[in-house]
């Protein structure tokens, strides 16, 4: 596999990334297991996990099977703190709750250090200033090496590089792991600009449309899919429009043409689109991440690239597009 910089940084990652959404939650043991086998014999090195993923088990299956494999200095492990599980606040990005949340994430992956330690969201409820000291403290102490972001907008998002990069001696941050495929390029309008001027770069979360772009919904509603169990239908059907349907029968009709499949499609899209580093794939099975793996060996020719960006284009108006960013 293809190794990229981690952003502005001097760490090097393989250019698709291996998410462990679904462990111990649809994702067994023994299936985790052949997942990280496959990864890593295709030379993936990234590892992307949360301490919220089903309530830190997630981490704690990863560590087990990365001390299992003997491979902690081969991979680099990125995980996220910060959100909660409550009713009243989805986040909480302080500084108790940030360093408690990371000395908890070690102990699971059973490690000293992450490689990459991101703040899951943004928390309105914090000033940004003691999370981002928070961040400070953990890189300073050696628990984490480097910082990013998930899910902030464009303005939170530059406002916190802005301010890391504004003192010296500050932590920068080099990531930001934010939703990104074909069925979804909002980004593209403030966070993949902001990020490249900050130098950040773009880790793409459910590269393949919430499982949209596999095609496997094009014609029915697998009955063992997301989409049809009750508690994850709307997740998916968000994609399930008439939008939806233009840029999948686009993909499907490239895909035939290439001799591939629409996941390799999808996945060789976005992990060219500029300041993408590495799409996280948060494959269900083994043969699903077999089939996404399959994507590094894909190069899409031109008239594809402009066939699919053309028919994904996100609505670009002022001022994003407006007269005044013309050039």
């Not at 899409?300 to 597009?321: F, K, N, Q, R, T």
Request: no cysteine; charged share 25%.
């Amino acid at each position: 596999m293809q190794l990229r910089p981690l952003g502005r940084s001097g760490l090097w990652v393989g250019r698709l990334g291996l998410g462990t959404g679904t462990w111990t939650r649809g994702t067994d043991e023994y299936e985790a297991r052949d997942q990280l086998a496959a990864f890593l014999d295709a030379g993936g090195t990234l590892l992307d996990t949360a301490d919220v993923y089903a309530d830190g088990d997630a981490e704690a299956l990863l560590g087990e099977l990365v001390e299992e494999f003997e491979v902690r200095d081969q991979v680099v492990i990125a995980t996220k703190a910060g959100a909660v599980d409550g009713p009243d606040r989805r986040m909480n990005a302080s500084r108790q709750h940030l360093l408690r949340a990371l000395e908890a994430s070690l102990r699971r992956l059973r490690t000293e250090t992450v490689d990459l330690w991101q703040l899951h969201a943004w928390d309105p409820w914090t000033p940004m200033d003691e999370t981002l000291a928070a961040v400070d403290d953990a890189v300073t102490s050696g628990k984490a090496r480097y910082a990013g972001i998930s899910n902030y907008s464009g303005w939170q998002m530059s406002r916190a590089a802005t301010w890391q990069q504004a003192v010296p001696g500050r932590t920068p941050l080099v990531t930001a792991q934010m939703e990104y495929s074909l069925l979804e390029r909002g980004i593209e309008r403030e966070i993949v600009p902001a990020a490249q001027s900050a130098g950040m770069g773009i880790l793409p979360w459910s590269p393949l449309g919430r499982g949209v772009l596999t095609g496997k919904y094009r014609h029915s509603m697998p009955i063992d899919s997301r989409g049809a169990n009750a508690e994850t239908a709307g997740w998916v059907q968000v994609y399930l429009d008439e939008r939806g349907r233009r840029i999948v029968d686009a993909l499907a009709t490239a895909a035939e043409g290439l001799g591939a499949s629409p996941t390799e499609v999808a996945l060789a899209w976005l992990r060219d689109r500029p300041g993408v580093v590495a799409p996280i794939l948060g494959a269900r099975t083994n043969n699903q991440l077999i089939a996404a793996l399959a994507s590094e060996e894909l190069v899409l020719p031109d008239e594809i690239l402009i066939a699919l960006d053309d028919v994904s284009a996100p609505p670009m108006g002022y001022p994003e597009a407006g007269w005044a960013q013309r050039r």
